[in-house]
């Protein structure tokens, strides 16, 4: 008997096989639809987003996840600019990378395809379920979408929005896949769904993320966590440092662009650390340290060693003083996720040094980690930020979602 995944993943292969036949002009009309009905229908959507939030709050779910479920009718609005910028972008798919004609005169090329049935398994953040559909679709592929169980009220309805804006223009309505069980078994069942799903994508805490890349059987692109951080290098200019340390770290707590580290050179820890500590104390933010940096300032505690490596999604954050830029690309490489790394300082040659040496997927020079993130980038928006190395890396947009074929032309060659 047919199990559950094994029909959704049904519908969104013959989907697929629809999606990979469609035109650009086709796509942009859809994606302009959904992005109308999303605005058409934002009241609904709120009105269900106010379930799940309810949901949340009487669980005693912390602010900084009650912030990342919550909708308002600016982020739909956000939503639905993402989709109108996707529409925008060019499609990637059918760009002949290049042509070589061998000895032989064959002409061998190489150009881009749809991956075909991209699975996504993701946790409270109900934006995605637009992100997601738009970056898939427009790429030609149909994606499965298991979000979690907190945020299926928002998720259905966006799902129903997304659905209508593809109705009006007669496209396939499987080319966005809503798995509506919430169970844990589903998402078991989906990560077995090898032949189905070409691609499985999961966003959210490490827990999730690890589950999905130890135990699937269907090919994993790695979205991993984020211990970012900021160093404060020796020539900093402070009030750039304190403004970036603040940015990166309380326009938006529970996101995983967000600074969990800070690391300062002891040249300039004396006049900084007391600067970017009173403006982390405004937010509320606990600052955990080392006992350097809390002989600066009392309003620093004890870190623990734990807390060098902790992706804290929360108003905590925590402090390691060091002597050199040596030290400090050392311990961020020691303890960061991959992600996203940033150096405050005026020494070109260290900003040179830092990018060079650091192992992330984005590395910036005086600016805050918060800008790792596809709309920013010019994607769009995102189907996640990678922190592997293969296939993909970093906010992954139009591009990402495509895998390659070799087209060869001849005119009658046969092999000797």
């Avoid at 982020?75 to 639905?80: E, K, N, P, S, V």
């Amino acid at each position: 008997m047919e199990t559950y995944m094994e029909m959704l993943t049904k519908r969104a292969k013959n989907a697929a096989t629809e999606a990979a036949k469609l035109g650009t002009e086709e796509k942009n009309r859809g994606l302009l639809s959904v992005a109308a009905e999303l605005i058409g229908q934002q009241d609904a959507i709120l009105e269900e987003n106010e379930k799940d939030l309810a949901a949340a709050r009487e669980k005693g779910v912390k602010q900084s996840l009650i912030d990342r479920l919550a909708l308002s009718e600016q982020r739909i609005a956000d939503m639905a600019e993402g989709l109108k910028q996707i529409a925008a972008l060019d499609d990637p798919v059918g760009e002949v990378l290049y042509m070589k004609t061998r000895p032989n005169g064959l002409r061998i090329g190489q150009k881009r395809v749809p991956l075909g049935v991209v699975g996504i398994i993701y946790e409270s953040r109900p934006n995605v379920t637009a992100d997601a559909f738009g970056l898939c679709f427009k790429t030609g592929n149909a994606v499965i979408l298991r979000g979690g169980s907190d945020a299926i009220h928002s998720n259905q309805a966006i799902v129903r929005a997304i659905k209508a804006g593809l109705r009006k223009e007669r496209l396939c309505q499987d080319l966005i896949v809503l798995v509506e069980d919430t169970s844990r078994s589903v998402v078991s069942d989906m990560m077995k769904m090898h032949g189905g799903i070409d691609v499985l994508i999961p966003r959210g805490g490490a827990g999730l993320i690890a589950n999905v890349v130890e135990n699937s059987t269907v090919p994993v692109i790695e979205t991993g966590t984020g211990n970012c951080h900021v160093y404060v290098d020796a020539s900093a200019d402070i009030r750039m440092a304190s403004d970036i340390v603040e940015n990166a770290k309380t326009q938006r707590m529970g996101v995983c662009n967000a600074c969990e580290s800070l690391v300062v050179h002891s040249g300039i820890a004396g006049e900084a650390l007391p600067q970017i500590v009173k403006k982390l104390k405004d937010h509320g933010v606990e600052i955990r340290g080392d006992e350097r940096a809390r002989a600066i300032s009392s309003e620093i505690i004890p870190a623990s060693e734990d807390d060098w490596g902790m992706e804290y999604l929360d108003s905590v954050i925590s402090v390691k003083i060091v002597d050199s830029i040596d030290e400090a690309v050392a311990h961020i490489n020691r303890y960061n996720t991959g992600h996203s790394e940033s150096i405050v300082t005026k020494d070109y040659d260290n900003a040179l040094k830092f990018q060079d040496e650091i192992d992330a997927a984005a590395v910036y020079v005086n600016a805050s980690t918060r800008f790792t993130d596809g709309f920013e980038f010019g994607f769009g928006a995102e189907i996640g930020i990678s922190t592997q190395k293969l296939h993909a890396r970093g906010p992954m947009g139009l591009e990402a979602l495509t895998t390659t074929k070799y087209i060869i032309f001849g005119n009658g060659q046969i092999r000797k």
